[in-house]
């Protein structure tokens, strides 16, 4: 079952440069988030979408995008790469609705960027 | 804003010791989850707990959630290296406008032979 993929696993960027973080889900989830970890800091949630077409922001959006054309694809665009984006990037998915355990996420094993 | 509070940040343990790993919100959890992380490799869900005083174990790990709903902990008996990595607990915090998972910082938990 391959769950939750990202691409690339690893990734040098230069200041100013753009990328596209992918994540790609086969579970049929309709809830997808983009999370960013820097060391000491735990998790904090850049964007999440609850189907395809409709996103929203979460607590650090700035210097990021994302769109949702598909139940499956959730990407996550850098315009202007710049060294405090260097981290740790995890995509997750859940199914989500009224029971707790539909709202387990799942999580991909990230993109690790380094903005130099 | 609410935050979950883990403790011990990181936490060296010699292999079959037992430890406890501290989650603490200064609000009611409607949820709360724990996840374990390894280096290079996304989040692992471990278990799952919404009712005050649950518990659940799976293997030789146990979480705790306590009565008011504030607190729990995670349980490791006779550690092994196999146990080594960053725990995360995560908190539901729906039915205060806030229907997104929040993270604690995490604990790092080495286990030394």
């Known amino acids: 079952n391959a769950g939750v993929t990202q691409t690339p696993k690893f990734r040098i960027l230069k200041i100013g440069q753009s990328m596209t973080l992918q994540c790609a889900q086969d579970m049929n989830h309709n809830y997808m988030y983009w999370y960013r970890q820097d060391p000491g800091m735990g998790l904090k949630l850049i964007y999440y979408?609850?189907?395809?077409?409709?996103?929203d922001k979460g607590e650090v959006p700035n210097g990021y995008n994302v769109s949702r054309s598909t139940t499956e694809d959730f990407p996550l665009r850098l315009e202007l790469a710049a060294p405090s984006q260097t981290s740790v990037y995890f995509c997750a998915s859940s199914s989500r609705g009224d029971s707790l355990a539909k709202n387990i996420q799942y999580f991909g094993a990230g993109t690790r960027l380094s903005v130099l | 804003s609410q935050e979950l509070e883990q403790s011990p940040q990181s936490l060296i343990v010699q292999e079959g010791k037992n430890l406890t790993i501290n989650c603490t919100s200064s609000?009611?959890?409607?949820?709360l989850y724990w996840y374990k992380q390894k280096y290079g490799e996304g989040l692992i869900f471990l278990m799952m707990l919404q009712k005050g005083g649950e518990e659940k174990s799976h293997e030789k790990i146990t979480a705790k959630l306590d009565e008011k709903k504030q607190q729990s902990s995670l349980h490791i008996t006779a550690s092994q290296p196999s146990h080594a990595g960053i725990y995360l607990c995560?908190?539901?915090?729906?039915?205060?406008?806030?229907?997104?998972?929040?993270f604690g910082t995490g604990t790092r938990l080495t286990i030394i032979p």
């Open positions: 609000k009611t959890l409607y949820g």
């Open positions: 995560g908190a539901d915090k729906r039915g205060f406008g806030n229907e997104k998972l929040t």
């Open positions: 979408s609850v189907g395809a077409g409709i996103t």
